[in-house]
């Protein structure tokens, strides 16, 4: 089982800084790679960035050069630090993982916090 709880989303004026946290618990020792995506209201839900487990990461375009993702693999954690913030950034943003369980990879997903980027 995985279990992943997400923090640090509210609201920010444009321009400025927030650090999202997630931390999974269970089979973090499974885990692959972990990352970030986003769901703005009408939209669908996008990949923000990943990071694998040997520390290789990958951005959307919209992101590169704002956004920096990390992870701490011992205690299972993800943080994604955004600064530069858009309004366009508004969403909630959903914590992912990619472990594996019993020889396939499986998703498993955090219940969103709320990113508002309003002045």
């Known amino acids: 089982q995985m279990q992943l709880v997400e923090s640090g989303g509210g609201l920010v004026q444009p321009g400025g800084s927030l650090r999202l946290s997630c931390a999974a618990s269970g089979s973090i020792r499974s885990i692959y790679a972990m990352g970030w995506y986003r769901q703005a209201p009408g939209k669908q839900r996008e990949l923000v960035a990943g990071?694998?487990?040997?520390?290789?990461?990958n951005y959307a375009d919209s992101v590169k050069g704002r956004f920096t993702i990390s992870r701490d693999n011992a205690k299972g954690t993800v943080d994604l630090q955004m600064i530069g913030l858009k309004r366009e950034d508004t969403a909630v943003y959903y914590c992912?993982?990619?472990?594996?369980?019993?020889?396939?990879?499986?998703?498993?997903w955090g219940q969103g916090t709320q990113v508002t980027v309003s002045s």
């Open positions: 990071i694998t487990s040997g520390g290789l990461t």
């Open positions: 992912n993982v990619m472990w594996s369980r019993y020889g396939d990879y499986v998703d498993s």
